[in-house]
T-cell receptor, first 116, second 110 residues
């Protein structure tokens, strides 16, 4: 069955530290990849997305993610986190099914706490 | 362009009652996803509707059900409410690729 795994459920960092959140998926077909963020008290919003082309994608607020097809991974990175990055981060995969419809699958999320 | 709208914003029910949550997708979007976000448990997939049909459901009991209407709006019904059903219920709509989320319905079961 298709699935998305986020390795870290909770991450605590100090400001200016570097961030890398892991995401692996299990699906051999065509996929589109996403990272969503949910700031405290706000709704989920798109951080960045990968459809095709350059496997290194840049999103809002200095975030980037790298798609490594051979590893079925789409890790999220930020060189220097800020207190305002405290949020929950979700990796998602949109997998193309045999009938050409797309099924969206989310990881369980990673809660990031950035200490000032 | 209007985003995904969910109603009501808050809902308080007593144990054993039924709750109905509604979702209006972005115009043109045919897929609707429902998720439960309980405290500390991340996003738990509930249901996926596409083109009026239920495509998949998560690991939830049958008292969680729903439907999608011809205009692609959707309804989530939770019967025989239990205290642990208290959570934020999120709806997302999608055409093919990325999903857009609503603000959610906060269901509290007392």
């Amino acid at each position: 069955a298709q699935s998305v795994s986020q390795h870290n459920h909770h991450v605590i960092l100090s400001e200016a530290a570097s961030l890398e959140l892991g995401c692996n998926y299990s699906y051999g077909g065509t996929v589109n990849l996403f990272w969503y963020v949910q700031y405290p008290g706000q709704h989920l919003q798109l951080l960045l997305k990968y459809f095709s082309g350059d496997p290194l994608v840049k999103g809002i607020k200095g975030f980037e993610a790298e798609f490594i097809k051979s590893k079925f991974s789409f890790n999220l990175r930020k060189p220097s986190v800020q207190w305002s990055d405290t949020a929950e981060y979700f990796c998602a995969v949109n997998a193309r099914r045999r009938d050409s419809s797309y099924k969206l699958i989310f990881g369980s999320g990673t809660r990031l706490l950035v200490r000032p | 362009e209007a985003g995904v709208t969910q109603s009501p914003t808050h809902l308080i029910k007593t144990r054993g009652q039924q709750a109905t949550l509604r979702c209006s997708p972005i115009s043109g979007h045919t897929s609707v996803y429902w998720y439960q976000q309980a405290l500390g448990l991340g996003l738990q997939f509930l249901l996926w509707y596409d083109e009026g049909e239920e495509r998949n459901r998560g690991n939830f009991p049958p008292r969680f059900s729903g439907r999608q209407f011809p205009n692609y709006s959707s309804e989530l019904n939770v019967n025989a409410l239990e205290l642990e059903d208290s959570a934020l219920y999120l709806c997302a709509s999608s055409l093919r690729y990325e999903a857009f989320f609503g603000q959610g319905t906060r269901l509290t079961v007392v």
